[in-house]
């Protein structure tokens, strides 16, 4: 599934795809994201790291335009969040599944291809194709198994085949073959120009993404690919550069 297209900036530079600046959201005294800025480039997959409890998904939720922020702004293919504009150009899969249980495999499909306007049959054919559950468009949500309602949230957030992409450990619960599959995919749906960033708590899921991003305690700790990370730790092991780099880490860019 090739996402739509996105228009290049005037004179041929190719525009940050997403921009947080002194992203900031409290609950009471809590500080969940606590200053966070940064530039995602377009087409590239970026993991988002960190503790149970660190902001991730509540730093998904801001980008995504799903909360706002106490201070700061977040910007997505060149407009603040949150925006209906945006709506139709951002996927979504949420840490728990935002899936109807009453309702079939394909029903879900089909009211999430309504709200962002797919028409026809083939997107939803497509995206149950992409996460191999075709075999049970007709069962009820609440009788699939924990991975597969899972694999259903997924092909919900590809549906309208949206240009920038958020997936909340989207592997959760998804069994180790169909995991390598949902990469693949996701790595040619950003070789195809998808932006897609991607919280996940497996370090051989964070190889797989073009760059890292460390956060803990709401803040960005470190950024980088694998193997830079790894220098900066001094490990090969990336879980174990994940647990150096999990303190007060300068960020380099
Ligand atoms: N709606 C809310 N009200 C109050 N506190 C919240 C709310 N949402 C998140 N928090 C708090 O903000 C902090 C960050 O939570 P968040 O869900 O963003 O972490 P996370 O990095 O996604 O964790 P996990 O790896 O467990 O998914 C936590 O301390 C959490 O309790
Ligand atoms: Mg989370």
């Given at each position: 599934m090739a996402p739509q297209a996105v228009p290049d900036a005037p004179g041929g530079n190719v525009p940050p795809a997403i921009r947080a600046s002194g992203l900031v959201k409290t609950f009471g005294t809590l500080?969940?994201?606590?200053d966070v800025t940064f530039e995602l480039a377009p087409g590239r997959i970026y993991g988002l790291l960190g503790p149970n409890g660190s902001g991730k998904t509540t730093l998904i939720r801001l980008l995504a335009g799903l909360t706002l922020p106490t201070a700061g702004w977040a910007e997505v293919l060149g407009t603040r969040m949150p925006s209906r504009q945006n709506l139709e150009r951002i996927g979504y899969m949420t840490q728990a599944d935002g899936v109807y249980?009453?309702?079939?495999v394909a029903e879900n499909l089909r009211f999430f291809g309504a709200v962002f306007g797919v028409d026809g049959d083939e997107p939803a054919a497509a995206a149950l194709a992409v996460v191999d559950l075709a075999d049970r468009?007709?069962?009820?949500?609440?009788?699939?198994?924990g991975g597969q309602r899972r694999r259903l949230s997924l092909a919900c957030a590809l549906i309208h085949r949206p240009p920038v992409l958020f997936l909340d450990e989207?592997?959760?619960?998804?069994d180790p073959l169909l995991r390598v599959e949902f990469w693949a995919h996701f790595r040619t749906l950003a070789d195809a120009g998808t932006t897609i960033v991607v919280s996940s708590h497996v370090m051989d899921e964070a190889d797989r993404c073009d760059e890292l991003l460390f956060v803990r305690s709401g803040r960005l700790t470190a950024r980088g690919t694998g193997r830079e990370i790894r220098a900066r730790a001094g490990t090969t092991d990336l879980e174990q550069a994940f647990l150096r780099l999990g303190g007060d880490v300068a960020v380099t860019r």
């Amino acid at each position: 599934m090739a996402p739509q297209a996105v228009p290049d900036a005037p004179g041929g530079n190719v525009p940050p795809a997403i921009r947080a600046s002194g992203l900031v959201k409290t609950f009471g005294t809590l500080r969940a994201v606590d200053d966070v800025t940064f530039e995602l480039a377009p087409g590239r997959i970026y993991g988002l790291l960190g503790p149970n409890g660190s902001g991730k998904t509540t730093l998904i939720r801001l980008l995504a335009g799903l909360t706002l922020p106490t201070a700061g702004w977040a910007e997505v293919l060149g407009t603040r969040m949150p925006s209906r504009q945006n709506l139709e150009r951002i996927g979504y899969m949420t840490q728990a599944d935002g899936v109807y249980t009453a309702l079939t495999v394909a029903e879900n499909l089909r009211f999430f291809g309504a709200v962002f306007g797919v028409d026809g049959d083939e997107p939803a054919a497509a995206a149950l194709a992409v996460v191999d559950l075709a075999d049970r468009r007709d069962s009820i949500v609440g009788t699939l198994s924990g991975g597969q309602r899972r694999r259903l949230s997924l092909a919900c957030a590809l549906i309208h085949r949206p240009p920038v992409l958020f997936l909340d450990e989207p592997t959760v619960g998804v069994d180790p073959l169909l995991r390598v599959e949902f990469w693949a995919h996701f790595r040619t749906l950003a070789d195809a120009g998808t932006t897609i960033v991607v919280s996940s708590h497996v370090m051989d899921e964070a190889d797989r993404c073009d760059e890292l991003l460390f956060v803990r305690s709401g803040r960005l700790t470190a950024r980088g690919t694998g193997r830079e990370i790894r220098a900066r730790a001094g490990t090969t092991d990336l879980e174990q550069a994940f647990l150096r780099l999990g303190g007060d880490v300068a960020v380099t860019r």
